[in-house]
């Protein structure tokens, strides 16, 4: 199958390769033109036959839009887009309403497999109409991995996308309960080598994960992480996915905690807890500490 695919970066660049080696017929396009195939989206669309597939794989927000935009105008009736990128879910329907007066199909298709879905394949959350995404099959076939699972046609527009922000709620709660764990045991007195532990837990243990593996690989690297701050970034998910948790008063306290630490991971010092100095300092003359 034909598939045209924006960005080319660590995701969309190794989608690529696994789409060819699937035999698929992948015209990249890119702003970095060493990696891109074509000079223009509008060259993209025109080395496709109708209809024509075109899939996203840009940063969510203005980018993304940026780029569904432009290529509405270049594309015709019965071609369809995907979205793959992190969008946010409540900018799926608008999206596929303003594409359906043209005949644009649209799906949002939540990814996940980071730089390892080269080798390992994608896990794939797909919202959109069924008889597109069966259209879409083959593509999704050869990004998925290989055995029974990693694919989910999760509902309607947004639904992939929403699938994907609860994917990745969950990812931060399992990095901050690792992380944790991993701090007492360096902070106790009885465990003297602390990879070993983390190593024994990646078999046969109620703990194991690939999140694991991953920490395990770290510290194989870099024993103490020597070489890293404690400051995590965000790129969105987990926020929206606390949002959800309010709107629909769902108890959602690991996942809003693991947001809130990565916040403090920032800071310097804390403005809170200097407030709460000064005022135990107020009320009961409790020394500071300047
Ligand atoms: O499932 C995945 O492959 C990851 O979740 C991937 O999508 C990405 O690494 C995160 O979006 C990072 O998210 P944060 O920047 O919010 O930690």
């Known amino acids: 199958m034909q598939l045209g695919l924006i960005g080319l970066g660590r995701m969309g660049g190794n989608m690529r390769e696994r789409l060819r080696a699937a035999g698929h017929e992948v015209v990249g396009f890119d702003h970095n033109a060493d990696k891109s195939d074509v000079a223009n989206l509008a060259e993209l669309v025109e080395k496709l036959a109708a209809p024509r597939v075109v899939w996203t794989m840009v940063p969510a927000g203005k980018i993304t839009e940026d780029t569904i935009n432009e290529l509405a105008g270049l594309l015709s009736e019965g071609d369809i887009i995907i979205d793959g990128g992190n969008s946010k879910f409540t900018d799926d329907g608008p999206r596929a309403e303003r594409l359906k007066p043209k005949g ?3 799906l949002d298709v939540g990814v996940s497999g980071g730089v390892w879905g080269i080798t390992n394949g994608y896990a794939l959350m797909v919202g959109g109409e069924a008889e597109i995404v069966e259209h879409c099959k083959p593509i ?3 990004l998925k991995p290989a055995g029974e699972f990693g694919f ?3 509902g309607t527009h947004g639904a992939g996308h929403y699938a994907k922000m609860i994917h990745n709620g969950i990812e931060y709660g ?8 991993y701090e007492i045991l360096l902070a106790s007195e009885l465990v003297h080598d602390v990879p070993a532990v983390i190593k024994s837990w990646r078999e046969g243990s109620v703990v194991k994960s690939w999140l694991l593996d ?3 690989r770290a510290l194989d690297e870099d024993p103490t992480l020597a070489n890293l701050k404690g400051y995590v970034e965000d790129t969105g998910e987990g926020r929206w996915t606390v949002d959800e948790a309010v709107r629909l008063a769902v108890p959602a306290h690991v996942l809003a905690a693991s947001i809130f630490t990565r916040f403090e991971s920032r800071q310097d010092d804390s403005p809170a807890m200097k407030a709460v100095a000064a005022l135990r300092q107020q009320f009961g003359g409790h020394a500071v500490k300047r």
Do not use: K
């Open 104 to 106: 644009i199909h649209y």
């Open 140 to 142: 999704f076939e050869a």
């Open 214 to 216: 991953l920490l395990d």
């Open 174 to 181: 399992m990095m901050q309960a690792y992380g944790e764990g």
């Open 152 to 154: 989910a046609h999760a």
